[in-house]
């Protein structure tokens, strides 16, 4: 069996599997943090892999970039490949003014631009949120590694370019950071009756115009993708 985005067979996908929005970041996990880990797809170049961490099966899948991507891949992977929890690790734009350059957001809720939820035709907003489950064991997990984390609600953005201009309104509303990926990821989750999380690190605070380096960006990754793959230890 393989899907119109994904080639892998039944059974290719762990049950839980973390989705960076770089491919390559998802090939970087595989190679270093996974034990026998195996390539299940090449299609379009946006590579997956199944592996153990400390023993538990665990695969990695790039989502690419925004909801439209991340709502194809997420919705393979609950509804024919069985995954039960998708847990994305990206990075975000830092708006509130306590959330610095590296830091770690967990998303427990996506606000969005997007109107993704129109699909569902209810009559009224519908309002992503993070599994609980999976969001206890992330803040359990970053206790456990003295890692300080931010826990709220995120923007989901369509547009990486915003004409509007408009941070400083969800900032009001104390959104900590932005992304592009989560509220399609959570919203498949919830209608497919599975789990999502996302946590993401810090890369640019676009309102006080600062930006990581490269250098920066790896290590902070690597924290965030121990925590990821901590959490996943825990479920
Ligand atoms: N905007 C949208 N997505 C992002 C940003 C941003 O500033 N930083 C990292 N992902």
């Given at each position: 069996m393989s899907t119109p985005h994904l080639e892998g067979s039944k059974g290719d996908y762990a049950p839980v599997v973390l989705m960076p929005g770089d491919p390559l970041r998802a090939q970087f996990i595989a190679e270093n943090f996974l034990v026998g880990a195996r390539q299940v797809n090449s299609v379009r170049g946006m590579l997956g892999y199944t592996g153990t961490y400390k023993g538990v099966p665990v695969s990695v899948q790039g989502s690419g970039m925004g909801q439209p991507s991340i709502g194809i891949y997420s919705y393979e992977l609950y509804?024919?490949?069985?995954?039960q929890s998708i847990i994305r690790i990206g990075t975000a734009g830092g708006i509130t003014d306590e959330v610095k350059l590296r830091d770690i957001i967990l998303a427990s809720g996506a606000c969005t631009n997007?109107?993704?939820?129109?699909?569902?035709?209810?009559?009224g907003t519908f309002a992503p949120v993070a599994s609980f489950r999976l969001l206890r064991a992330a803040a359990e997990s970053a206790e456990a590694l003295g890692q300080r984390v931010h826990i709220g609600n995120i923007l989901s953005s369509d547009?990486?370019?915003?004409?509007?201009?408009?941070l400083a309104d969800w900032k009001k509303m104390h959104v900590l950071g932005i992304e592009m990926e989560s509220a399609a990821l959570y919203m498949n989750a919830a209608r497919a009756g599975r789990e999502a999380l996302c946590i993401c690190t810090v890369s640019d605070c676009p309102l006080r115009q600062e930006s990581t380096t490269s250098d920066e960006r790896q290590t902070g990754f690597t924290d965030m993708m121990e925590l990821a793959l901590e959490t996943v230890t825990k479920l």
């Amino acid at each position: 069996m393989s899907t119109p985005h994904l080639e892998g067979s039944k059974g290719d996908y762990a049950p839980v599997v973390l989705m960076p929005g770089d491919p390559l970041r998802a090939q970087f996990i595989a190679e270093n943090f996974l034990v026998g880990a195996r390539q299940v797809n090449s299609v379009r170049g946006m590579l997956g892999y199944t592996g153990t961490y400390k023993g538990v099966p665990v695969s990695v899948q790039g989502s690419g970039m925004g909801q439209p991507s991340i709502g194809i891949y997420s919705y393979e992977l609950y509804n024919f490949y069985d995954v039960q929890s998708i847990i994305r690790i990206g990075t975000a734009g830092g708006i509130t003014d306590e959330v610095k350059l590296r830091d770690i957001i967990l998303a427990s809720g996506a606000c969005t631009n997007s109107n993704f939820a129109d699909q569902y035709r209810l009559p009224g907003t519908f309002a992503p949120v993070a599994s609980f489950r999976l969001l206890r064991a992330a803040a359990e997990s970053a206790e456990a590694l003295g890692q300080r984390v931010h826990i709220g609600n995120i923007l989901s953005s369509d547009t990486f370019y915003d004409d509007a201009d408009s941070l400083a309104d969800w900032k009001k509303m104390h959104v900590l950071g932005i992304e592009m990926e989560s509220a399609a990821l959570y919203m498949n989750a919830a209608r497919a009756g599975r789990e999502a999380l996302c946590i993401c690190t810090v890369s640019d605070c676009p309102l006080r115009q600062e930006s990581t380096t490269s250098d920066e960006r790896q290590t902070g990754f690597t924290d965030m993708m121990e925590l990821a793959l901590e959490t996943v230890t825990k479920l």
